[in-house]
């Protein structure tokens, strides 16, 4: 892959005056965190050697590398060691943001009735574009996660249904065109397929669980067809009515009130003489 550090409009040379590290390192970062969203630098992109990169901008090592750490931290760049190593372009990964929104709600006591309301809000309209304008592809694949669905509850599958219930929702969100909202949905999207699924396994023996999950599926199917028919309003009513209506069913079956949890790994045991 090509070095493109020096294809580039040419590097700002730091200012005499600017010269610590922390505000050299931070204008360093700035300049190419700003090539990596325009595009100027693309995933897979390797960046010139320090010492190129130091003489480009006419800074000491330690601050060229303060500035790839800066950008390491915000996943832009991988940095690997050795005679070939170096720093390389990483492609934007919405899941680094979706996670540290996911600690933030948790560390504020976020509960799951909190994320299903904020669900309720954000879906419906997505149904409600991709009925504006409907295409064959989104239909098909949208039918197509029903199936899925389908063979899972048929054969006992909690895991499996439980991601192709939260799998629906992306594909509703990701065709419906509004970049805006299809972000905003998938910084929640991490948060809300993790408790589906805890809530699919922990429940999904008890009395009554497998009547819900069909209404889920024939909920899908009927989205699906007002969705293929064009009736925008009534696809929106209806998911948002159906999103409603689940979340009081989970949930009562649930712990709606419990903070969510978005860390996955087993905690470390801790020795109580390190922590005061």
């Known amino acids: 892959m090509a070095e493109r550090g020096s294809l580039i409009s040419p590097a700002p040379k730091a200012h005499p005056e600017a010269r610590g590290q922390p505000k050299a390192a931070s204008r360093i970062a700035t300049y190419f965190r700003r090539a990596i969203v325009t595009g100027n630098l693309r995933p897979g992109d390797r960046l010139l050697s320090e010492r190129e990169l130091g003489e480009q901008f006419s800074v000491s090592r330690p601050t060229l590398r303060e500035a790839m750490r800066l950008l390491e931290t915000e996943s832009l760049i991988e940095i690997s060691r050795g ?70 509850l048929e054969q006992d599958d909690a895991n499996t249904l439980a991601a192709a219930l939260s799998e629906f929702s992306e594909i509703l969100v990701e065709r419906a065109g509004n970049n805006t909202l299809s972000l905003m949905c998938r ?60 979340a009081k069913i989970s949930l009562s079956a649930y712990q709606a009130n419990m903070p969510i949890d978005v860390l996955e790994e087993p905690e470390p045991e801790l020795d109580p003489t390190t922590v005061r």
Do not use: C
């Open 187 to 246: 910084l929640l999207r991490d948060i809300v397929r993790r408790q589906q699924k805890h809530i699919t396994v922990s429940t999904y023996s008890r009395k009554g669980v497998e009547k819900m999950h069909w209404l889920n599926i024939r909920a899908r199917e009927k989205a699906i067809e007002l969705i293929e028919s064009g009736k925008s309003e009534e696809a929106e009513q209806f998911w948002r009515l159906h999103l409603v209506e689940a």
């Open 83 to 152: 005679q070939h190593g170096g720093a390389k372009v990483k492609s934007l990964d919405v899941s680094v943001t979706a996670r540290q929104v996911g600690m933030f709600l948790q560390h504020e006591g976020t509960t799951l009735a909190d994320v299903y309301q904020a669900r309720a809000f954000l879906e419906p309209p997505a149904a409600g574009l991709l009925a504006a304008s409907p295409s064959r592809a989104a239909v098909d694949e949208l039918r197509q996660n029903v199936v899925k669905a389908k063979q899972a």
